[in-house]
């Protein structure tokens, strides 16, 4: 893939669109100064120029950046730098001996759900309906490496926005949002 002024411009809007929904999720969820630190790394070079080569405008041009070159140097640069990515959320255990997921923060889950929401509104546009977030982390999630009381916080949110919307899942986030702690068997799911 080639750079190009033009669109690096997209991808600059694209990210910026993206932003400043994420901001507007995070307020309504009473994390504005999240909101506000959201995704900052995507304006250093190191992601920005390989999103602007990678930029389609449907998807993530981490993903096309992986199929290129096998991996993604912004996303490795972005999920060490972005708390609200449950990639970032990994650690050595000392018991197993190897890398193993980590339990997020709520604040962070919060993010993250603010995120997801956002980026299915932009690549999705007009079409954007609130099972989208919850289709696509369902799609991958056989193949997801999470830690699971963070998967039953993320899921039980995302269903709850499509199952009652956007209202009454941001009134719930504020209620949790100041958790100290939380298990999966607090957020089960009772499919309709």
Known sequence: MNFS??????HFNTITK???KVITHCAKAGILFQGLLHDLSKYTPTEFMEGARFYQGTRSPNEAERESRGFSNAWIHHKGRNRHHFEHWTDYDPVTKTIAPVKMPVKCVIEMFCDRVAASK???GSSYTDDMPLQYFMGAKHRRVIQQDTAALLEYLLVMLRDKGEKETFRYIKSIR???DYSAKDFEINER
């Open 178 to 180: 100041k958790l100290k």
């Open 18 to 20: 993206h932003r400043h």
């Open 122 to 124: 932009i690549y999705k």
């Open 5 to 10: 002024l033009y669109k690096a411009w997209q």
